[in-house]
């Protein structure tokens, strides 16, 4: 079955840096768009980063362009979020999740993706 692994979620000082993976099973990965979500304490879960399943297309949200980076490595059925310059407001759990890609839709709807891993805690703070 489908199962996505989000791991790399921890306390980071402002201004820090963190990589989160999310490792893919069950399915072939590669042929999948993947996602990374948060949600934030009493706010909705919102898209922050998507790359399309050769990695030849990503969309950010804009609160965290410039700052992020997704990237992919099929060979290892692993997406990485690669943050830096971390702020306050991006303390939140972080999801992965996985759509079969019939055609690239950089909008990030978490609302079309159906698998989803069980998120990483990610707590910027002094």
């Known amino acids: 079955q489908v199962q996505l692994v989000e791991s790399g979620g921890d306390l980071v000082q402002p201004g820090g840096s963190l990589r989160l993976s999310c490792a893919a099973s069950g399915f072939a990965s590669d042929y999948y768009a993947i996602g990374w979500f948060r949600q934030a304490p009493g706010k909705e879960r919102e898209g922050v980063s998507c790359i399309s399943n050769g990695a030849g297309y990503t969309s950010y949200a804009g609160s965290v362009k410039g700052r992020f980076t997704i990237s992919r490595d099929n060979a290892k059925n692993t997406v990485y979020l690669q943050m830096n310059s971390l702020k306050s407001e991006d303390t939140a759990v972080y999801y992965c999740?996985?759509?079969?890609?019939?055609?690239?839709?950089?909008?990030?709807?978490?609302?079309?993706?159906?698998?989803w891993g069980q998120g990483t805690q990610v707590t910027v703070s002094s």
């Open positions: 999740a996985a759509k079969y890609q019939t055609s690239w839709d950089s909008r990030c709807s978490l609302n079309s993706y159906p698998y």
